[in-house]
């Protein structure tokens, strides 16, 4: 799960005014006041994946997530760092809401949000991080892998280095295997249903217009125009997101300013 706290299962006491909660309509027609009253763990206990909730709770511009973002950017700009440090920081320091920021390039997250790290497509690969976001049309998937964020990201012309290269070859090597295997991610997704919500179709069925595909590398000086066009053309041609970690920085500060992921 994401945070030290899961929403799997109740407390005995949340339990108990959960269930009273229940009694006077909690779930149906509750009116802007009770909204506002009812404990978030109510709402995440009945969410589909009640432990992978990217909580909009926790975004916001204080001591902590500042702090948090000055570390990100110190490894980020630090010649030494590599996506393992990176990884580790994030997992460490509990900033998920870094990798959240993502869904800012995507038109879906601003019903619901969830988010995997290190999601496995059997046998073979892990994922850095699955995002998942809702919208009035469904829930939509982006796979995200990080790379580091020096070393080969560009060539002096602008066209893609080593670094990026691999990371894109990576997330193809995971479309080929959602094309053939996506029924396997059904057991995936079993294994972390709360007791409440069933699985929407989306889920079931391979969609490859709701597939996406992030690829982190570099910073922003690794970027020229012919970059940017190239990263373009990815994303309109291939469903492949390009960032560099600045752009990360960039989203992740919109974030904690406006409260939400989209």
Not at 93 to 103: D, M, P, R, V
Not at 106 to 125: D, I, K, V
Not at 146 to 171: A, C, H, M, S, Y
């Amino acid at each position: 799960m994401l945070y030290d706290r899961g929403y799997f299962d109740l407390t005995k006491e949340e339990k108990k005014e959960y269930l009273a909660a229940k009694k006077k309509g909690f779930g149906s027609s509750m009116d802007i006041v009770d909204f506002i009253k009812t404990p978030k763990a109510f709402f995440f206990h009945e969410s589909i994946f009640p432990n992978y909730i990217l909580d909009t709770d926790e975004l916001d511009v204080n001591e902590t997530t500042t702090d948090i973002m000055n570390q990100f950017k110190s490894i980020i700009h630090d010649k030494s760092s590599n996506e393992r440090d990176i990884l580790r920081f994030i997992k460490i320091q509990k900033a998920y809401f870094i990798i959240g920021s993502i869904l800012q390039n995507y038109r879906f997250g601003h019903h619901s949000a969830f988010l995997f790290p290190e999601f496995e497509l059997p046998p073979n690969y892990k994922v850095d991080y699955l995002v998942i976001g809702k919208s009035s049309y469904g829930h939509e998937f982006v796979f995200v892998e990080l790379e580091r964020p020096n070393t080969d990201i560009t060539t002096k012309d602008g066209n893609l280095g080593t670094t990026f290269r691999k990371g894109i070859k990576q997330v193809e090597d995971w479309s080929y295997w959602l094309e053939s295997n996506f029924s396997h991610l059904k057991l995936m997704f079993e294994k972390n249903q709360g007791k409440h919500s069933s699985l929407p179709m989306e889920f079931l069925s391979l969609d490859t217009t709701r597939m996406h595909f992030a690829v982190v590398a570099g910073l922003r000086e690794d970027f020229n125009d012919h970059s940017y066009r190239i990263a373009r053309k990815m994303k309109k041609e291939s469903s492949i997101l390009i960032l560099h970690y600045d752009n990360l920085i960039d989203s992740a500060i919109s974030v904690l300013e406006h409260g939400n992921y989209v």
